[in-house]
């Protein structure tokens, strides 16, 4: 595939993902490197989309640009708008902590967050989080795709997915807020480590009883997320001034959870043995010396 | 911006056709969208092609869902109408103005430029929504789920940027001789419309032709105000006006 506009050559491997308004592939161009080429079907929707990655781009000069080239190809006959980004490895958050165990949620979460400090100072809110828009690399490593849904801070939300969304929780506006985002990443917490409960009550629950306290009933009776619930209950309130506190405040409650239960835990056992035997030993010793 | 919003379960039985109404609204500057809502497979091969020329007529979207996806569906086909309608403005202006074909046509930075001011309109423009909910016996099972979408799309519409307002009709009306009844006048707050279909008795009949041409005709007197009874207790008494009168305003 040649852009026409910019001129540069693609060759589409194979297929990444399917958005709500087009697809991604993963593409070679030159000498090896790899690239994620996103093909829309409308070409001023598929220009928002990049617009958005244009000004991240811009506000965050510190980092390598995530969007490469913006161009249209010719594909048997008929005009095709795409965009080029840096390519993200990496798999849907649910799957990952599927693979990888749930102890990974402290690092992960810590990661979205400061993932989305980022963009919340930019001005943007991300609005669409869910398992499969934020994808784990090695090691807990945390990467926001498909910013068709991200609204300028004060606008209204342009895309979400209802389970995650504060207004079908009655628990706020449609409004992009940082607070907004909160919302759905503890709804994603939620999902990720209490899926099968969380769909039970969508869908047994009237319209009107849905509130963030039944959501709160959850967490206060699963295990994992038990720990976080003063994170989870402020995130599903709105009570997070900005997204560097809520980042901050789950910091510190995930140290806590880890930090050992009881004084015992604290010493390992060969620890006081040694210590012990060590204590005989002096005491037999000083008797020793002591008698002679 | 105005727009129709008709909610339905089958095809029309009375009065004039429902495609030729959708037709003259369109023509006075009004989209008509359609959301065929089904729970059991009923709608059968004529109810379904009345639903999508419906909308054909009326220049809008139509799709069949089941009640459980309504609210996406209402939000989904309102958000798309805008922007559509915004795309089709702006393609007839970048014809007239400069021969290139539409948006697309334009090399990417200017491109990036146009689409940054379209995103702008599609925030601030402002947008009234008027829905008209087949009420006919078999639609009973599914008005909750009606009432859960109109909720759901108010609340969206207040986080816009720019006026919003939605009303809302019935069909058909209580006596022989109403089409059509207004539940809610224009109101931007969703706290206005409460339980807005627990007085409805139903009845067999499916004016929808002659209901969507009552709300045309609503939506040309009251177009740009907002009537100040948000809830009207006696069926609307709708006079025909016009038709020249109303022109879209979706001019740029």
């Known amino acids: 595939m040649r852009?026409?506009?910019?001129?540069?050559?693609?060759?589409?491997?194979?297929?990444?993902g399917l958005g709500s308004n087009g697809q991604v592939y993963l593409a070679t161009s030159g000498h090896r490197t790899t690239f994620a080429v996103k093909i829309g079907h409308e070409a001023a929707e598929l220009q928002g989309e990049a617009n958005i990655l244009a000004s991240l781009d811009h506000s965050q000069k510190n980092r390598p640009p995530f969007l490469l080239d913006v161009d249209d190809a010719i594909v048997n006959g008929t005009n095709v708008p795409f965009y080029v980004m840096r390519y993200v490895p990496g798999i849907p958050v649910k799957a990952y902590l599927r693979q990888n165990g749930s102890h990974w949620l402290g690092v992960v979460g810590y990661r979205l967050l400061e993932r989305l400090t980022l963009l919340h100072e930019a001005g943007w809110v991300f609005g669409d989080i869910k398992s499969?828009?934020?994808?784990?690399?090695e090691y807990g490593r945390v990467e926001l795709v498909d910013f068709g849904g991200a609204s300028a801070i004060g606008r209204s939300v342009r895309q979400f997915t209802e389970i995650y969304d504060r207004g079908y929780w009655s628990a706020g506006s449609r409004t992009a807020d940082p607070a907004y985002d909160h919302f759905a990443v503890a709804l994603?917490?939620?999902?990720?480590?209490?899926?099968?409960?969380?769909?039970?009550?969508?869908?047994?629950?009237?319209?009107?009883?849905r509130h963030p306290r039944e959501l709160m009933r959850l967490v206060q009776s699963n295990p994992l997320l038990k720990p976080l619930e003063v994170w989870m209950e402020k995130a599903l309130a709105g009570k997070f001034e900005t997204t560097r506190e809520a980042s901050g405040e789950w910091r510190s409650l995930v140290r806590i959870s880890q930090a050992p239960k009881s004084p015992s835990d604290r010493i390992p056992g060969w620890m006081a043995?040694?210590?012990?035997?060590?204590?005989?030993?002096?005491?037999?010793?000083?008797?020793?010396?002591?008698?002679? | 911006m105005k727009q129709i919003l008709l909610i339905t379960d089958g095809g029309s039985n009375v009065g004039e056709s429902p495609v030729i109404a959708a037709a003259q609204a369109y023509a006075e500057g009004i989209t008509v969208n359609v959301a065929g809502v089904i729970d059991d497979g009923t709608i059968g091969e004529y109810g379904s092609v009345e639903i999508a020329e419906i909308a054909r007529a009326g220049g809008g979207i139509s799709q069949i869902v089941t009640s459980r996806q309504l609210s996406r569906t209402v939000q989904m086909m309102t958000r798309q109408t805008v922007a559509g309608s915004i795309r089709q403005a702006v393609n007839q202006e970048l014809r007239q103005l400069f021969g290139v074909d539409n948006v697309g046509s334009l090399p990417p930075p200017k491109r990036a430029e146009v689409v940054k001011v379209m995103e702008d309109m599609e925030e601030t423009i402002s947008l009234s929504v008027a829905l008209l909910i087949d009420a006919s016996a078999s639609m009973k099972p599914k008005l909750h789920a009606v009432e859960e979408a109109i909720r759901d799309l108010t609340l969206s519409l207040q986080a816009r940027t720019g006026k919003s307002q939605v009303s809302v009709f019935h069909f058909p009306g209580d006596s022989q001789h109403d089409y059509c009844v207004m539940d809610a006048g224009w109101t931007s707050n969703a706290a206005k419309i409460g339980s807005l279909f627990g007085r409805i008795r139903m009845r067999g009949t499916t004016p929808t032709g002659p209901a969507l041409m009552q709300v045309?005709?609503?939506?040309?007197?009251?177009?740009?105000?907002?009537?100040?009874?948000?809830?009207?207790?006696?069926p609307l008494q709708a006079t025909r006006g016009d038709p020249n009168e109303v022109r879209s305003d979706y001019v740029v």
């Open chain 1, 3 to 16: 852009g026409k506009w910019n001129g540069k050559l693609y060759r589409l491997e194979r297929l990444l």
């Open chain 1, 273 to 292: 043995g040694m210590l012990g035997a060590a204590i005989v030993l002096s005491v037999t010793v000083a008797a020793v010396w002591l008698l002679q």
């Open chain 1, 188 to 209: 994603l917490w939620l999902h990720a480590l209490d899926g099968k409960r969380l769909i039970q009550l969508t869908k047994t629950l009237l319209p009107q009883n």
């Open chain 2, 216 to 234: 045309v005709d609503f939506i040309g007197e009251t177009c740009g105000k907002i009537s100040k009874t948000e809830l009207a207790e006696a």
């Open chain 1, 132 to 137: 499969d828009n934020v994808l784990i690399g």
